[in-house]
């Protein structure tokens, strides 16, 4: 984990203080129990403004942060704070929004988020954001869209997904380089994390194996696979030989182990990234646990490792694609990829 924490260290330049949780003067005032149970995360303050932000939007987002740890709300919840931030206000403690908005989130005295003067406190904004942020249920497996606007309520709902990623860098900068989650996943500020923690076996077309377009991460079978970034899944389907299906409900061919006689991915899943960048996962054991349409987040788990398909053996063939729809043509090798994203294999 040390070189994902070289990313702040480097690009920021981060003099790490801890920030010392203060008292919950403000959450007292705020209706609900306003609290959430997911894991902290210990908050630096950085020397410089991350993200390429001015010092005054910087001492918001840092506010932002530090209210987030003190109601103990998963880190993902910064990130959707700091992207509305950015989106409602660009993180500038602003008066005059449209309507009776107010301050970095602009919120309405009219919609019952408080007194005018209560929303121009960062404080006070942050604190109301999350309180309304938690009792939405199921946020954090929700896309960073959706979950904004089920608190904001905005006209233009789509907009904070442009954010997303940079509101993750600047998030990240607080938290030592990369962004802790709480079962256990290193995501790096880039917003990549490692499918599954394994040894590489086959790497990307080789001397040997021209043809194999992925690399080959030696997990044992049935761990799980997450999504190496938060995406759309365009593909969910059993490839044997010259044959692919979609999943049917009923048994079908890839619920068995391949061989190195069979062909195809077995149960396999493409997911389209931001970009049109696509990552494969190939050779599960079972049909896959997401449906094509499904949005994931970074992390989440969409299958567990296998042997269908062309495989001698449980492993996870993984691939990234350049471009949509991913063919061989615009296979890349995954290893020097996700290396350039912090998310090493
Ligand atoms: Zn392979």
Known sequence: MGRLIGWAATAVGVLVVLFVAAAAGVV??????????????????VGTAPGGLSAEQAANAAVIV???????????GWVVAVATAL????????????????????????QGWGT??????????????????????????????VAAQR????????????????????????????LPVCDGVTVAASGWTRPVA????????TGERPGHDGVDLMAPRGTLIRAASAGLVVRVR?????????PTGAAMPCDRDGSPGV?????????????????????????????????VTVGQPIGNVGSSGNSSAPHLHFEVHRSYPANKDNAVDPISFMADRGAHL
Request: positive net charge; aromatic residues 8%.
């Open 263 to 295: 062909r195809g991915c077995g149960w396999y899943v493409d997911i389209r990234h931001t970009g049109d960048i696509v990552t494969r996962y190939c050779h599960m054991i079972r049909q896959p646990a997401v449906h094509i349409g499904q949005t």
């Open 238 to 246: 059993c490839n044997v030989d010259n044959d692919s299906w979609e």
């Open 116 to 145: 005018p003067e209560q929303l121009m406190s960062p404080d006070y904004a942050a604190t109301a954001f999350y309180t309304r942020l938690l009792a939405v249920p199921g946020w954090e497996r929700l896309p960073l869209t």
């Open 87 to 110: 989106q409602e206000s660009e993180l500038v403690n602003v008066r005059g929004g449209p309507d009776d908005s107010l301050g970095l989130f602009q919120q309405r005295p009219s």
């Open 151 to 178: 608190v904001q309520r905005s006209a233009y709902p789509n907009a904070y997904r442009r954010h997303e990623s940079h509101s993750t860098q600047i998030v990240a900068a607080y938290t030592g380089g990369s």
């Open 198 to 205: 394994a040894e590489i076996g086959s790497k990307f077309r």
């Open 66 to 76: 530090a209210v987030g740890q003190r109601m103990r709300v998963p880190v993902r």
């Open 28 to 45: 007292t005032a705020v209706s609900g129990n306003g609290y959430g149970t997911g894991c902290g995360a210990a908050v630096a303050t």
